[in-house]
């Protein structure tokens, strides 16, 4: 009742207009006797709204909320410091609370916003055409997998094996109806040989998908990679991590014919796994093939510029069963606050970013090195954000008893990921992110290190 | 829109509204104005490669507008020999001159009884009054 | 001041030490071009955009098949708690207690508003629902050893049904409708072989009516073996009336951002929910949800899963919202949403301008179509040209040519949330929109001209596109 606001006398003068009795009997006029009219669902009773909030806290206080600098799991989502600007402005009912913008006149804030984003992911990627944002990185890259199977016709799949397994698992599900088939090339130790593409990658393979840097956080070959693929006449797909692209090198320049990745680190909350959002960039040759929306400049007619979505032809709406894909609702508020991530910290704050992101990273390999108990695993690599970790030394194996000491001091200390991946011994994934200070790090390999060799 | 002289009399028409001007070996193919004009203003197009080979009444193409997209058929059977690059590169010579400059492509004929059950002018305007 | 936190960057080291960490090829030789503007110039930008905006806290918002209602606030409170918004999916299931907790009870709520007790709220979207029903679908198939390649979709569907027939690997075929709205049985009947997988049914369809027939379909498609799927879109009208299980369904994909509050956002983020029988559970996306002695936990690489559908639990903040928004309105509540949807409609189409017609007479579940073919014929007047002048009368007009079964169509769906005043708002302003058209037919091709820009050259945009700055 809260959220509707009809009177009975409203309801009694409504009724007479229409020419009904009841509101049941206009349902009973449409809807056969053997299906019903009268559903009484079993749910808990309506609740006030300080009930409801109250029910609500106590639901969020059931989780472990761990302080940013405390939290050292990453794996693709991370806690970046959001400027308070981006939950202002996201915030804000013109946003939230609009449809997708087909009265294009009277949702120029939205495709403005579309069009400011689509031109920040290019400038960060290198990358000349951007979409308007798909659902996650695992959705984007999986879109983009299915772009490269129709572009070439082949189905040969190649997925360096350093990718986000929830990833790789989601492309595995788009594919299937289309008989592409997954052909992963694992890992030497940590990241991809190049030798291992060329011999994998033939006629057959449409694409060839590498993380840069990749799951464990190490940076690949990744222009040699590039350079492979394509002497075979097959894509080349980036998944990358948007916060390293401040001082690495950006896709469109190593060779991506398609790059993508989940967008959350760039000032949205990691609210257990969504929604962020996915972007997808490409090159001008495959602009008819993008999925999803996407804004185009224009003029009005009084020559003043507008916005409007474009390229429409591609889409669900119209193309029905030949669309390039079926994605309708999309990102959008997640990608306006990219948008107002990025152009709040301008292109030397990105670059800041990842300076100190990466700084960050060198810092704590430094400690992991220093400590007693805790090695580096490959560390002949190069790492950028997340760092792959093992216990050493005698009577040492593994995290699990080290987690729930890390746990009750505060900390959240990274994800275990050893056997999946084949790396020996057990190891743990752990991330920095930009709100860690020296001291954070310094106190988080130090527990680390005391709890992986049995003291507390 | 029955008037004949947007659809001149010296082309056979399709029922899915391509034209075909023909020699007798080689057709010029383009989208009739009734079309055009019921699309709306085109933005691109995409034709059948030069040297493959098309079928009559099957799909070889489409045609995008702001808010559509519809298959391109070839009225006739035979062998592409030239696509309008200017009509790519400027759909809007579509709407503009559907029956000359907007032409889409050409084909050699594989034979000289191609056009025969295609429509007059007069017949495709009076079919296109019932739509 | 800078936005960027300097004095920790320097701490760590400097940009010239980091370069100094990657090999040349690996580096990026100039940052992003991407303006450096002070917080206040980008809060008066973006503030200026979102002037820019139509929105639901403004006015009514009648797009039909969107149920654009009112998003009620303390959904966004609840989402916004530290506890939701700062946990991470890897954190141990014993850390997150609350939220397995939250998504397993919202899915036993959507059971059992739908009737189909097992529910996976992976999915992102309405869309991305129908995508994983249809994977579903798939897998039932294969496992049954039956080669089926078609989904039969009436012509009134949405153009997400046939696009995510065909990305689960199916052909589409298209089903008629009658003179009277609903599925042509004879048709259906025509084309309901061996082959078919799954008949998809949007109820009410997408001119607003009830399929009455809907248990008639259920029983052809179940003798010919195939499965039932509902496009959950217009459920709005259905809270507290009737559920998919007794209309015969076996898979019905729920837009919790249109029946269940959570705001559209300019076009996203929303959030699916899949609701199966449980013969089909087993198929359900990875991971799933289940409560055991030791709590919540969480099952994945189960045998028969279609697997992930895209990362993590789904869009997991919407999640949070439906839950309140459910958990505040109870079972009278989600009741009154239905009856309440239902009576706006049809109390707007009762008051709808007289030039305009509604080809389905004059009863409606939550939404209803007019159409200006009339209009068009005589005058010229186009369904476009009537939205154009709602725009400029400061209302958002009803969603155009869809469905494509009816010319110049208007799709009006008012919601529960519109006020008896603002429904009466609303069609008054029709009315006008219509008159002034019918009065200056000359002018309708030069709206809307009072908003914040005039008629856009969408065929430019299209043939040149500019897509970036």
């Not at chain 1, 991946?421 to 790090?441: C, H, K, S």
């Amino acid at each position: 009742m809260r959220y509707t606001a009809l009177t009975d006398p409203d309801i009694a003068s409504m009724l007479e207009v229409i020419g009904a009795d009841s509101i049941d009997q206009i349902l009973l006029e449409q809807i056969p006797e053997s299906i019903g009219i009268d559903r009484e669902y079993e749910l808990p009773a309506e609740s006030s709204e300080s009930a409801t909030m109250r029910h609500m806290r106590d639901l969020a206080s059931m989780n472990t909320v761990v302080p940013p600098e405390r939290f050292f799991l990453g794996a693709g989502l991370y806690r970046n410091y959001v400027p308070a600007l981006v939950k202002t402005v996201i915030s804000r009912p013109e946003f939230m609370t609009s449809y997708t913008p087909y009265q294009p006149e009277v949702s120029q804030g939205t495709l403005k916003s579309i069009f400011d984003y689509q031109t920040v992911m290019s400038e960060l990627t290198g990358m000349p055409v951007s979409n308007a944002s798909m659902y996650d990185g695992a959705s984007s890259l999986a879109e983009a997998v299915k772009l490269s199977i129709k572009k070439t016709g082949r189905k040969k799949v190649v997925i360096c094996s350093a990718t986000n397994p929830e990833y790789v698992d989601t492309v595995a599900t788009y594919i299937a109806p289309l008989g592409g088939i997954i052909h992963s090339i694992p890992h030497t130790n940590g990241v991809t040989n190049p030798d291992d593409v060329r011999e994998c990658t033939d006629e057959q393979t449409c694409c060839v998908v590498l993380s840069q840097p990749n799951y464990f956080g190490f940076v690949e070959r990744a222009q040699e990679i590039a350079a492979i693929t394509k002497a075979e006449g097959a894509l080349s797909i980036a998944v990358v991590n948007p916060c390293t692209l401040g001082l690495l090198a950006p896709p469109g320049e190593w060779g991506a014919d398609v790059v993508v990745g989940e967008g959350q680190p760039l000032g949205l909350p990691v609210s257990f796994g969504g929604p962020g959002f996915g972007f997808f960039l490409t090159m001008t040759e495959y602009l008819r093939d993008l999925p999803g929306r996407v804004c185009g400049m224009t003029t009005d007619a009084e020559g003043r510029d507008g916005y409007v979505l474009t390229l429409q032809a591609r889409e669900q709406h119209i193309r029905r069963d030949r669309a390039t894909s079926n994605i309708c609702t999309n990102h959008q508020l997640s990608a306006l606050a990219a948008a107002v991530y990025l152009m709040t910290l301008g292109g030397k704050g990105v670059a800041n970013l990842s300076v100190g992101l990466f700084n960050r990273t060198r810092w704590l390999q430094a400690r992991v090195r220093e400590s007693e108990n805790l090695a580096l695993v490959f560390p002949e690599n190069t790492s950028f954000g997340d760092v792959l970790i093992r216990g050493s030394g005698p009577g040492v194996n593994g995290f699990r008893a080290a987690r729930a000491k890390m746990v009750s001091a505060g900390f959240e200390p990274g994800l275990e990921i050893g056997a999946s991946f084949q790396i020996d011994d057990g190891a743990m994934l752990v991330a920095v992110n930009d709100q860690m200070t020296p001291e954070d790090i310094d106190l988080f390999v130090k527990t680390l290190d005391r709890a992986v060799g049995g003291h507390v | 829109m029955g008037d004949g002289a947007i659809h001149p009399d010296d082309r056979k028409y399709f029922k899915e509204h391509e034209w075909v001007r023909s020699d007798g070996a080689n057709g010029r193919v383009g989208l009739s104005a009734y079309a055009a004009e019921a699309l709306g203003d085109i933005v691109f197009i995409e034709l059948p490669d030069v040297g493959s080979a098309v079928t009559a009444t099957e799909a070889c193409g489409e045609i995008e507008s702001v808010k559509s997209v519809s298959t391109l058929h070839s009225p006739v059977s035979g062998t592409v020999t030239a696509v309008n690059q200017s009509a790519v590169d400027s759909p809007e010579l579509i709407n503009s001159s559907p029956n000359d400059e907007g032409w889409l492509f050409e084909v050699e004929m594989s034979g000289a009884n191609e056009t025969d059950g295609l429509m007059s002018a007069y017949d495709y305007s009076a079919y296109v009054d019932t739509l | 001041m800078s936005k960027s936190d300097v004095g920790h960057v320097q701490s760590f080291g400097t940009a010239e030490e980091a370069r100094s960490g990657l090999s040349s090829f690996d580096l990026r030789h100039t940052a992003p071009d991407i303006a450096d503007r002070s917080e206040g110039e980008l809060a008066r930008y973006f503030n200026g955009l979102a002037d820019r905006n139509y929105h639901i806290d403004k006015g009514i918002y009648p797009l039909g098949s969107c149920t654009m209602k009112y998003n009620p606030k303390v959904n966004d409170s609840a989402a916004a708690l530290a506890g939701f918004e700062d946990i991470h999916p890897h954190q141990e299931s014993g850390g997150v207690q609350g939220a397995l907790q939250l998504i397993h009870t919202l899915s036993g709520w959507l059971g059992k508003i739908t009737g189909l007790p097992a529910v996976s709220l992976q999915p992102a979207a309405g869309a991305h629902g129908e995508l994983v029903g249809m994977l579903i679908a798939r897998a039932h198939f294969r496992e049954l050893g039956q080669e089926r390649s078609t989904v039969l979709i009436p012509d009134s569907a949405h153009g997400t049904n046939p696009a995510s027939a065909t990305a689960a690997g199916f052909k589409s075929v298209v089903v008629a409708s009658g003179a009277d709205g609903l599925i042509d049985i004879e048709d259906l009947q025509l084309k309901l072989t061996g082959d078919v997988a799954a008949v998809m049914m949007t109820n009410p369809n997408t001119h607003g009516l009830f399929e009455a027939q809907v248990q008639t379909v259920s029983s052809m498609a179940r003798e010919c073996g195939a499965l039932m799927y509902l496009d959950g879109a217009n459920l709005n009208a259905l809270l507290g009336v009737t559920d998919a299980a007794i209309q015969g369904f076996d898979i019905c994909h729920v837009n919790l951002h249109k029946t269940f509050s959570t705001p559209h956002g300019g076009g996203g983020p929303g959030a699916g929910g899949l609701c199966v029988t449980s013969q089909l559970e087993k198929y359900l996306p990875d991971p799933l949800i289940k409560l055991t002695e030791s709590g919540y936990s969480i099952a994945e690489g189960r045998d028969h899963s279609i697997g992930r559908s895209r990362s993590y639990f789904g869009n997991f903040a919407n999640i949070v919202r439906a839950y309140t928004y459910i958990l505040s309105l109870g079972p009278a509540g989600l009741n009154d949403v239905g009856r309440t949807a239902v009576l706006n409609a049809n109390y707007l189409l009762a008051r709808i301008h007289p030039r305009l017609t509604a080809p389905f007479g004059n009863r409606c579940m939550h939404e209803f179509i007019v159409s200006a073919e009339s209009l068009k014929r005589e005058q010229g007047i186009r369904a476009l040209d009537i939205s154009k002048a709602l725009l400029d009368r400061g209302v958002h007009a009803p969603t155009m040519y869809f469905p494509l079964t009816v010319p110049e169509a208007l799709l009006v769906e008012p919601t529960e949330t519109e006020s008896l005043e603002s429904l009466d708002g609303f069609a008054t302003l029709l009315d006008e929109a219509v008159e002034w058209l019918i009065a200056n037919p000359s002018l309708a091709d030069e709206l809307p001209t009072t908003t914040p820009v005039a008629k856009l050259d969408e065929a430019t945009a299209a043939r040149q596109p500019h897509l970036r700055g």
